[in-house]
């Protein structure tokens, strides 16, 4: 699963890849380990914060929530980061598994 519910919103497991061509959400993507992740795309450097920042203000978009909604909770100088989206955990879920569905 590429998110956990948690009391008070969910984490997303994500892989961003900076300096890319445009900023988007690709879809979900099972690892190695065994662990699914989304695979976002963000057009940011990563330097300075800047890609991790593109990051939060796209799947504030994404998901249709304020941009202060959304924050890295961990892994800031990785590719692979939990983000912490704050709301009601089940209607985060439901969105959540609509947008990534494949009739979508």
Do not use: C
């Not at 998110?3 to 690892?31: H, N, Q, W, Y």
């Not at 590719?79 to 709301?87: L, M, Y």
Request: hydrophobic share 40%; no cysteine; net charge positive.
């Amino acid at each position: 699963m590429y998110f956990r519910k948690e009391r008070d919103g969910v984490t997303l497991f994500v892989r961003l890849t900076p300096k890319s061509a445009r900023d988007m959400i690709e879809g979900v993507e099972a690892t190695d380990g065994g662990r699914a992740h989304l695979k976002a795309r963000a057009r940011a450097v990563p330097e300075d914060g800047r890609a991790n920042a593109a990051l939060e203000k796209l799947l504030a978009k994404w998901l249709g929530l304020a941009p202060r909604d959304v924050t890295i909770a961990s892994g800031a100088t990785s590719r692979v980061k939990q983000v912490r989206v704050s709301g009601d955990p089940e209607a985060l879920a439901i969105k959540l598994s609509a947008l990534v569905s494949p009739d979508r």
